[in-house]
């Protein structure tokens, strides 16, 4: 709610502060104060209460909060709603369902996915508060073939979050994955609903590995955040998606504006496929190649085995 937000960015101050001046200062009741305080310690949030001096925050919650989210969409200008579930089969089919009830942007989170998918259908491991599960819908107005442009934004978007925030150094796997340390952190799939060659939405689901996990344990090319980490370092999750909101609504903006030649150097800078050989598959066909650049449309070039040169527009790449 809207004083629970308030007195989370009361309580982030360094100071104690007393529930008699969050009152006065939010103007609301004492009754009001105490029923949030209470409501976000069960969210998780570590807060003391000390007689005669007041409330602190010590720590936010081990997950990723609601509040927090919350916040970030009430102040975000690209997003107006976001639905938090605790548990859905997967945030996309959710977010195809709300389609018809919102008409702008918003955002669809869940605790656990119990169907998360990938690509053609592959299963996404979406263990319970250890990712961040979250589907976008934008309804851009764009032609469908600008939809491959639409992820280059977006991949450097996530990338570039992760960097900022953790220090560490994520790299994009063209077309759908951020990895770090040759190990895959993150997947997104950008799935679209269109008439004749007009956008109408794009729901963009992304996958982030946030925690260790068992599930993640048993896939051999799968990391987290946390095991990435350095040990002892701390793992602020609010940081974190404030950073990644602020940098998807950063290049979704440039994406409307700009053509990819904007963003391309920085790009090629974060890509992790260049200068490898890479095996490729397309529908039907597979084979190994080099890559050797990426065009304004957002085709891969590549050179294969028998030297000749390939445009790429979508697919699995082994590296
Ligand atoms: P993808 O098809 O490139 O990746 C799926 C493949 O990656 C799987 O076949 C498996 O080998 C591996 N994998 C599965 N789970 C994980 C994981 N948690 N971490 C690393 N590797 C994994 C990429 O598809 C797109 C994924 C999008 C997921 C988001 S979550 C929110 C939204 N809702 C939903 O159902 N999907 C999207």
Redesign the pocket.
């Known amino acids: 709610s809207k004083s629970k937000q308030d007195i989370l960015r009361l309580l982030k101050s360094d100071e104690y502060i007393s529930g008699q001046s969050m009152a006065n200062q939010l103007g609301i009741s004492r009754t009001s104060v105490w029923k949030s305080i209470k409501a976000l310690k069960a969210e998780g949030y570590q807060i003391t209460s000390v007689p005669n001096k007041g409330h602190r925050l010590i720590a936010p919650p081990g997950y990723i909060n609601q509040t927090a989210l919350e916040v970030l969409v009430e102040h975000s200008e690209v997003f107006g709603h976001i639905e938090y579930l605790q548990t859905v089969d ?3 089919n959710i977010a195809f369902k709300m389609l018809d009830i919102y008409d702008s942007a918003f955002v669809v989170v869940s605790e656990e ?1 119990t169907k ?5 259908n ?5 263990p319970k508060q250890r ?1 961040l ?3 976008l819908v934008l309804r851009p107005d764009v032609p469908l073939t600008d939809i491959i442009r639409f992820n280059l934004f977006i991949s450097l978007a996530i990338s570039r979050s992760i960097d900022e925030t953790f220090n560490l150094p994520s790299g994009i796997k063209w077309p ?2 951020i990895y770090i340390n040759n190990k ?1 952190v993150c ?3 950008t799935e679209v609903v269109s008439e004749g060659n007009a956008v109408n939405a794009v729901v963009c ?3 982030i ?1 946030i925690f260790k996990d068992a599930a ?1 344990s048993s ?1 051999p ?2 990391t987290s955040i946390e095991a990435e980490m350095a040990e002892g370092e701390s793992l602020d999750t609010d940081v974190f998606i404030k950073t990644l909101f602020k940098n998807l609504e950063h290049y979704y903006d440039l994406f409307l504006k700009h053509s990819f030649t904007a963003i391309r150097d920085e790009w090629k800078a974060k890509s992790i496929i260049f200068d490898k050989y890479l095996k490729i598959s397309e529908t039907g066909d597979s084979y190994m190649a080099r890559a050797l650049d990426i065009n304004e449309d957002g085709f891969l070039e590549v050179v294969d085995e028998n030297g000749r040169l390939r445009k790429v527009i979508s697919a699995d790449i082994e590296l």
């Open positions: 997967s945030t996309q996915q998360g998918r990938g690509r053609f592959r299963d996404w491991a979406s990712g599960y979250i589907s759908n994955d895959k997947g997104f799939l689901g992304i996958g590995n993640l896939l090319k799968a």
